[in-house]
Structure formats: C-alpha cells, structure tokens
C-alpha cells in the first residue's frame, strides 16, 4: 500500500502538490509514513487571501468571539486525539511522549482561550496601561492601545512537536484577530496536517484566517510586509539564514525566533545526597533526557553539581538511566522510543563526537543500543548518553555544542559564583532549573542568571508534587529567551496576543478616547438622567452613565462606633493627640473602610434588579483624610463592560468620593455582575 500524498491547504482548498514529493519514513519501522510537496503553489495568493480574506473576517470579531472558536479548536482535537496518538507512534515517541504534544496543545489552547475571555475586553481594541493627561485642565489626553495587525503570520514550526508547536502559535494569533499560514517540519507534517484537517472540519475558522503548507516555502518570504509576523522555532542556524532575508530587513518584518539552546540545571549548594533536592535533580535530569528522546528546546543538556558530590552524582544518574527501556513506544514496557529519523541520530552521534574530545561518556553507548520490538536497522533508535566534564572553566564545547537527543553533560562548580558564571556560558538559554531549599541561593542565581535565561524554575521538596518541572512551557508564562535562545518570546498569556498587534498612543479629548476605547474617561460627558444606572439591564447600561449622589456628614459618633462595631480602634482614628502628631492628619480622622460603607449606602439602590453582585474594587485610593464635620458624596460612573456569558457581563464603574471642598476623598473602581 502506497503511502498518503498529504496536502496543502491553501485559499479555502486543499490542494496536492504537483510533483517535487519527499518520502516521510517512519522513525520506528523505516517505512514511508507520507509524502510532502507544495510546488506548484501561489505562494503570493496565499499571503493575499490572508490578509484580505482572513484578517478582515477575524478583525470584526471580538477578542470573546475569538476566544471561543480557539475553545472549540480545542475541543475538537481532543475530541479526535486517538486519531492523533495512532500517527504519533511513527515520530518515535511514546504515548506519554504524544500526551505532551497532542493534549498539552490543546490545553494550550484551551488555557489561552479562558485567559482571552478572562483578561481582555469583548471588543476589538485592547487598552493599553492608564491614560495620560497631557494638558493642565484635563481637555487633552493620551491613551495607548493595541489593534491587530493587518498581514499574516508565518509559523514556521520545528518536527519535535507537530501538535502544540503549533497551537502555542496559533492561540495567540487567532486571538490577535490575525490569520496564519502554519508552515511544520517535513519530518512528522502527517500529524499537523492531521491536526490541521480537524480544525478545519470543525467550521468555526472563518476562510483565510488559517493555512498550511506541507512543504517548502517557496518565494513566500518575498512577499512579506511590515505588517507581517514571522514566528520560528528549530537551530539557531536557520533562524540566522532567515532573519537575514532581504525582505525581513528591508519592511521591518517582526521575527520571533524561539531557537534550541544549552539549558542548564543546578544542584544547589545546600543540596547534598541525603537531601530530597538531590532525589528531584536526579530525577530531572534523567527525565529532561528521556522525554520525546531528549528532542525538547527545553532539555537539559548541561547539569551542574558542586564539585564534592560528583562521583555521587554520576553514580545516581547511572543508576536511573540503566532503568530506561528503548524500543517500539507503542509498547507498554517501552520508557523510551526513537529520534524522529536516521538522519537525526546521525547528526546527534556527531555532536556526541564533538562533545567527547571535551567530556568523557560514562554512561550509554552512541552507536549500539538494545531495544525492544522493534530493530535497530531500520529504526532511529539511540541509547541516552551520560557524558562528564571536570573543567566546565576552561571547556568550550560543552556550552556551545547540543546533541538534540538523549544527551546531557555533568559537570562541577566550585561555589555558587561559579555555578552562576557556568550557567551563563551557555549565551542564553529557554531555560534553566536550580534545585534549592535555600531562599537566598534563588535570589542570587536570580540576579546573577536572570539576564541570561527566558525562564528560571526553581524546585524543593515543598513544590515538587505538583511542579511542572524544568521543561514544561506554561502557556500563562513566557517561552522564549535571549542570545542563543534566539531573542523573542512566545506564550505568557496576553503577552503572546500582543506580539501580532500594533501599539499605538491615540491622542485627544477626553470624549474622543472614550469613543476609540469604548471606556469612559474622566473629563468626558456623563449621563445623570433617570433612571439609576442600578436599574438598566447589561444590555441597556451606556458607558457614561452617572449618578452624582446627595452629601453624607461623617460625626465623631460614626467614627466611634464603626471603631468598636470592626475592632479597628487604630490611634488615628481614637486618639486625637497622637493622631495630630501624625503629619498627614490633621486629628483624628474617618477610617478608610468608613468612608467606603457610607459611599455604598450613598450610590447604592437597594431594590432587586438587574445588579447580581458586586465583587470587588481596583485601585482603591485614600487621597484626603476626613476629620468629624466634613461631608462626603460621591460620583458614580460606568466606565466600561464586559460580556461574560448569555445571562450576565461585568460592569467597571469609576467612583470617586468627594468632600465638602470638591477634594478627592477616595477614589477606586468597582466591579459589579450585572444581569443581561
């Protein structure tokens, strides 16, 4: 049986290459799993569809709307994973292995989805940090926002993890209001094309706003823009040969490189081998190199130790890797499987190679290893290799060199300095693990070592049960790093939405931004008509809407009494002489939480109606106290709203607590639930 042509899909169609295929074999049998081509593609119409029909069909929709159909992606790979799981074998990787990929993408998504819905407005613009008040009276101010792009994004994603490589892509994109042209590895593209066709059946991507292409790229890159966005994960190598494309240079295109690099871990110097650190380094170490075959950005290829408990430590770690079973991953017994192809194992030899002349192998074998059903003729299979390195100082392979495969190098330092230095020899890193039980060792690797890594985990006996480990990316977290790592960064939330947007400060009237942002600014016209703000349904409620409240006089009697009802009998509130020898007050004054209770009772309307809940104030500010006598009202102002679901949408309003002087008393935001 022939294997599957797998194809392109391009402008709304799927389309087969017209010649130029490349045989895909499988990493466990040797056997041609698919074949790849996109010659004969309009690369040039496919950018077009994308930004003329994807991007404006994205761009009418709401981050919410947007948010959603990312769920529903979601939804519909895990609702067809053993799909995915069965052409998961073929990469080398065992089910756990594909756990990671298949359903640690979709949680991806998943999570980025909820975080969409959470963090960011049912609207298309993005407010961007508190607005800036540029003239003396207030009638001229400036705000920053974000708005989508309007190209297309190029993900050009590494063969290691066909699945969530792209879904960490793709979440934040769609979320941006961008489309995508998904560009994987030749290697394993027979599950993102599988992926691919899953989202795609689902219906819910509007046309153009996602695109694959299973082979080269062709004059793609020739027809990119400035307000394109490429996104790249693989070899630092290959990103240098693409961000020196003239067309990236020339229109300023953005690149986000996500490269591989030499991660490090660290035992720290409070950890000996009867501490449970020592037991959970060992057990990372071992992991990081048998996971997917050590073919993660994030493994630890350099692990470092102090240098009285080498032998120590070689001797665990050997003892743990003799434990690791290689062979065909579709077998329950099978801990590890193979490298993604023959090519592959051959470049990682060679590195093993280079690795030696430095280090010596005490553990494994680079060119025998035994498996278990399956052979080693055909399959890609390698033995994990242990090397050891006792002058780090002086190496220089050892930090510049990676084997991208079951390979990790031990090596000594001398004390926590040292440890600090020889962690950043490595030019920049996704990642790098300490394993310390000791607070003040984090702060100094954190100063020392954050400059140099994307991200720092730092694992004890406290967070260990339900640590996600040294090389797990959290789609909440930031993925990326400097120099080697290659610069950019990926994930961290609504971080990652902002790559594929553009920031812009708009400047004007108060009411002028108010009707860019669709939130009210002070300055800008309210509302005071009847009815109270309180009795207009989600629905009905207009951004402005104002009550101006009647006046309240605080007496020394509420004071007392809100002092001995709460328990808060703070001097400035029951002393008047300590309280007058108190700079900032003038006696004694009000609580705080005094002067909130009477502003609620002040704005409140307290009939049942379409407020479900208030739960909770933002920027809660006491600008001016208020001594026995004065007379405080407020102003209550909807400032902006959030849909949260079809029976109910947060309300921000803008409160501000004035005294008899027209002086800021208290100023904060309150956030209600109120009914559609």
Not at 386 to 411: I, N, W, Y
Not at 460 to 489: K, Q
Not at 535 to 559: H, P, Q, V, Y
């Amino acid at each position: 049986m022939s294997a599957p042509i797998l194809k392109n899909y391009a402008a709304g169609k799927w389309v087969e290459g017209d010649g130029g295929f490349v045989d895909t074999a499988s990493a466990i049998t040797g056997e041609t799993v698919a074949r790849t081509s996109s010659t004969g593609l309009d690369f040039k119409a496919m950018a077009e569809y994308a930004r003329n029909v994807g991007g404006p069909a994205l761009r009418k929709l709401t981050f919410h709307d947007r948010a959603y159909i990312i769920k529903d992606l979601a939804k519909a790979i895990m609702d067809a994973k053993e799909e995915l799981y069965v052409l998961n074998a073929h990469t080398g990787a065992t089910r756990k292995d594909g756990w990671i990929d298949i359903e640690g993408g979709a949680g991806t998504m998943f999570s980025m989805s909820s975080k969409g819905r959470r963090e960011l407005p049912d609207d298309r613009i993005l407010i961007d940090g508190a607005a800036e008040q540029i003239s003396r009276e207030g009638s001229f101010m400036g705000q920053h926002i974000y708005t989508p792009l309007q190209g297309v994004a190029l993900h050009i994603n590494a063969f290691n993890f066909p699945v969530w490589g792209m879904m960490e892509k793709l979440a934040p994109t769609l979320l941006a209001g961008v489309p995508a042209i998904v560009k994987p590895a030749t290697a394993t593209s027979y599950l993102t094309e599988a992926a691919v066709r899953i989202m795609i059946e689902t219906g819910r991507l509007p046309d153009g706003a996602l695109q694959l292409i299973v082979g080269s790229t062709g004059d793609l890159f020739d027809h990119l823009t400035g307000q394109d966005v490429v996104s790249f994960t693989g070899s630092a190598a290959t990103a240098r040969k693409l961000k020196s494309h003239p067309r990236i240079i020339n229109e300023s295109v953005r690149f986000v490189a996500e490269q591989d690099s030499l991660n490090a871990s660290v035992l720290g110097p409070d950890a000996t081998p009867d501490t449970p650190e020592f037991d959970l380094f060992i057990k990372e170490v071992v992991r990081e190199m048998t996971v997917k075959a050590g073919q993660k950005c994030t493994a630890i290829r350099r692990a470092f130790v102090h240098k009285n408990i080498m032998d120590a430590t070689e001797t665990a770690l050997k003892s743990r890797l003799e434990k690791i079973t290689i062979g065909d991953p579709a077998r329950d017994d099978v801990r590890m499987g193979a490298l993604v192809s023959i090519a592959q194992r051959e470049d990682v030899r060679e590195k093993i190679a280079e690795l030696a002349t430095e280090a010596k192998v005490v553990f494994g074998d680079p060119n025998k290893v035994d498996v278990l059903g399956a052979s080693t003729e055909v399959g890609a299979f390698i033995s994990p290799v242990l090397l050891r390195c006792d002058t780090p100082q002086t190496a220089h392979k050892a930090h510049s060199v990676e084997a991208f495969g079951p390979v990790s190098t031990l090596m000594p330092y001398d004390d926590l300095d040292d440890a600090i230095a020889l962690c950043n020899r490595g030019e920049g890193s996704l990642v790098m693990s300490l394993f310390t039980n000791d607070p003040s060792v984090a702060r100094e690797f954190a100063l020392g070592a954050g400059a140099w890594h994307g991200r720092i985990a730092v694992i004890n006996r406290d967070c260990a049960s339900e640590s996600t480990g040294h090389g797990s990316p959290l789609p909440v977290l930031v993925h990326g790093g400097p120099g080697r790592a290659g610069g950019g960064e990926e994930l961290g939330g609504v971080r990652g939405v902002k790559h594929y947007m553009q920031r812009t400060a708009i400047q004007g009237s108060p009411a002028i931004i108010t009707g860019v942002t669709n939130q009210w600014m002070k300055g800008a016209e309210t509302d005071t008509s009847a009815p109270h703000p309180f009795r207009l349904k989600f629905g009905e409620l207009e951004i402005g809407k104002t009550i101006e409240t009647s006046a309240r006089t605080i007496t020394i009697e509420d004071i007392e009494h809100f002092a001995e009802f709460t328990g808060d009998n703070f001097y400035a509130h029951m002393d008047e002489e300590a309280a007058k020898a108190n700079p900032f007050f003038p006696g004694r004054v009000a609580h705080g939480y005094l002067l909130l209770s009477f502003a609620a009772g002040l704005f409140v309307d307290p009939a049942p109606g379409p407020v479900l809940a208030n739960y909770g104030l933002d920027e809660l500010r006491f600008l001016t106290p208020v001594p026995a006598g004065d007379t405080i009202k407020v102003r209550l102002t909807a400032k902006s709203k959030k849909r949260r679901n079809d029976e109910y949408g947060e309300v921000r309003w803008d409160v501000l607590v004035t005294n008899q002087n027209d002086d800021a008393v208290a100023s904060y935001d309150l956030l209600t639930m109120n009914a559609m």
